[in-house]
């Protein structure tokens, strides 16, 4: 159901955006001046309907207590690999780009 519903937001998107391009293209103006307007456009029809999503649903996450004595940033990453990849992937494009 939820990709159909996408599928014809679409849809209409592209509908309003070509309605309008064919207005603008029969009085006589360039792609420079519609392009963006068609833009607009499709982010105005994105953003109404989002709006449902934000204005019904609710957060249902329980939020976990932090660990005195560790760092915000830091703690997720104890006991991972993550840094030591980061670390290697650093130093590689440092030798890759600065050589």
């Known amino acids: ?17 070509l309605a309008y ?12 001046e519609f392009v963006p307007v068609s833009m607009l456009i499709t982010a105005g029809l994105f953003a109404l309907s989002a709006l449902p999503t934000f204005l019904i649903l609710r957060e249902r996450a329980v939020p976990q207590p932090h660990r005195a004595g560790r760092g915000v940033v830091r703690s997720p990453w104890r006991g991972s690999a993550t840094p030591c990849i980061m670390r290697a992937a650093t130093a590689t ?5 600065c050589a």
Do not use: N
């Open 1 to 17: 159901m939820g990709w159909s519903i996408g599928f014809l937001g679409g849809l209409v998107s592209l509908g309003a955006s």
């Open 21 to 32: 391009i064919s207005w603008a293209e029969g009085r006589g103006q360039g792609a420079a």
């Open 93 to 97: 494009w440092r030798a890759s780009c």
